[in-house]
Structure formats: structure tokens, C-alpha cells
């Protein structure tokens, strides 16, 4: 496993994606995160816009439901 290069708010969402794509058979959508975590639209796509510049994830720009995470699933936290 390689040192993770996410804080602990960013691996939550990035497990959230994971484990709501693998759930649901698509990618989730900015409104469907801002529903779990219970913050503003804002905010998530704040988060999204700062994980991509990581590389943690990949989007098609200007279509929904297209976020994919790019980093092995054993390295992501535990969805609290």
C-alpha cells in the first residue's frame, strides 16, 4: 500500500464514490453527495474540482454521473 496523498475529509468522498458507484451500477452525482454529507453544492463541487487536479479522480466534463475514482479501492478509508 502506498502513502496516501488525501486528507481524511477528501478519502471519505472518495470512498463515497466508490462504494455508491460499486452499489449502484453508476457513478454518483454532485447532488447525491451533497445529500450524504450534508453540505452545500458548493462545497462538493469544490471537493470534486480539488480531487481531480489530484488525479485521485477523472470526470467528463459537461456530463453527469461520469466521476471514476483512480486510485486501488484497499487504499481507501472506511465510509463513516
Do not use: C, W
Amino acid at each position: 500500500m502506498t502513502e496516501k496523498n488525501f486528507t481524511p475529509k477528501q478519502g471519505q468522498y472518495l470512498a463515497f464514490i466508490h462504494m455508491y458507484s460499486k452499489l449502484n451500477r453508476q457513478p454518483p452525482a454532485e447532488a447525491d453527495m451533497q445529500r450524504y454529507f450534508g453540505t452545500s453544492a458548493p462545497t462538493v463541487h469544490s471537493m470534486v474540482v480539488r480531487l481531480e487536479a489530484r488525479g485521485l479522480i477523472s470526470r467528463e466534463h459537461g456530463k453527469g454521473r461520469t466521476i471514476r475514482v483512480l486510485i486501488d479501492p484497499e487504499e481507501l478509508p472506511e465510509l463513516e
